[in-house]
């Protein structure tokens, strides 16, 4: 059973960074694209920023793209998530997602286009 294993949140101030880190382990396959999700308290889970495994394709919400950069280490089924100059409305749970096969329909911002999901990590930035 594949498992994705986030890593790298914490606390940090108002303006600083993070990198996050999510790892595919177990009967690893080579997903065809990975993704960042996040979930404030009362609020539905967003997409963050994704990126296809050969790396030559990602995705952002627009509002984050400035300060988000996802990239990839093939050879570690690894990706990773780095936020600059975090705001306190960055303060979430982030999840990272896999999905498995290639497909000609695929919606990075989707939910449902993922198939496998961490179990998370706390980002928390305070004023």
């Known amino acids: 059973q594949a498992q994705l294993v986030e890593s790298g949140g914490g606390l940090v101030q108002a303006g600083g960074s993070l990198r996050l880190s999510c790892a595919l382990s177990?009967?690893?396959?080579?997903?065809?694209?990975m993704g960042w999700f996040r979930q404030a308290p009362g609020k539905e889970r967003e997409f963050v920023a994704a990126?296809?495994?050969?790396?030559?394709?990602?995705y952002y919400q627009a509002a984050m793209k400035s300060r988000f950069t996802i990239s990839i280490e093939n050879a570690r089924n690894t990706v990773y998530l780095q936020m600059n100059i975090l705001k306190p409305e960055d303060t979430a749970v982030y999840y990272c997602?896999?999905?498995?096969?290639?497909?000609?329909?695929?919606?990075?911002?989707?939910?449902?286009?993922?198939?496998?999901w961490g179990q998370g990590t706390q980002v928390t930035v305070s004023s």
């Open positions: 177990g009967r690893t396959f080579t997903p065809y694209a």
């Open positions: 997602a896999a999905k498995r096969d290639p497909s000609n329909y695929f919606r990075p911002t989707g939910r449902t286009s993922y198939d496998y």
């Open positions: 990126i296809s495994m050969s790396g030559e394709t990602t």
